[in-house]
């Protein structure tokens, strides 16, 4: 059964750091680019960072986040991680991977995306 799951979500002190891996079954991750998008309460998805196919590391889709994410891959385990630092209360959401349609890249519309996880809440909050 070809699917991802995401896993790392909890709560987190702002400043802190978490680390999200979305571990793929099914399929070779490694085949596909990644991407991370977020979902806060009351907003629309948006995305977080993306990797390529083959890439060993990413880059972050937003300035709100660039400089304090960084997406990676682990070709051992066939999981893409997302070190999340300096979190904020912003931050707060439900934290989704996704794989790209075949021969993709990384693509910031959700319709070049075809598997999806089940999601992963992340919560900043002293």
């Known amino acids: 059964q070809v699917q991802l799951v995401e896993s790392g979500g909890t709560l987190v002190q702002p400043g802190g750091s978490l680390r999200l891996a979305c571990a793929a079954s099914?399929?070779?991750?490694?085949?596909?680019?990644v991407a991370w998008f977020r979902q806060a309460p009351g907003k629309g998805r948006e995305g977080v960072a993306c990797?390529?196919?083959?890439?060993?590391?990413?880059?972050a889709d937003t300035d709100s986040v660039r400089g304090g994410f960084t997406v990676s891959r682990d070709n051992t385990r066939d999981k893409v991680w997302l070190q999340m630092n300096t979190l904020k209360d912003e931050d707060t959401a439900v934290y989704y991977c996704?794989?790209?349609?075949?021969?993709?890249?990384?693509?910031?519309?959700?319709?070049?995306?075809?598997?999806w996880g089940q999601g992963t809440q992340v919560t900043v909050s002293a």
């Open positions: 996704a794989r790209a349609r075949a021969v993709y890249g990384c693509r910031a519309d959700e319709e070049s995306y075809d598997v």
């Open positions: 099914g399929f070779n991750l490694n085949n596909y680019a």
């Open positions: 990797i390529g196919r083959h890439a060993m590391t990413g880059t």
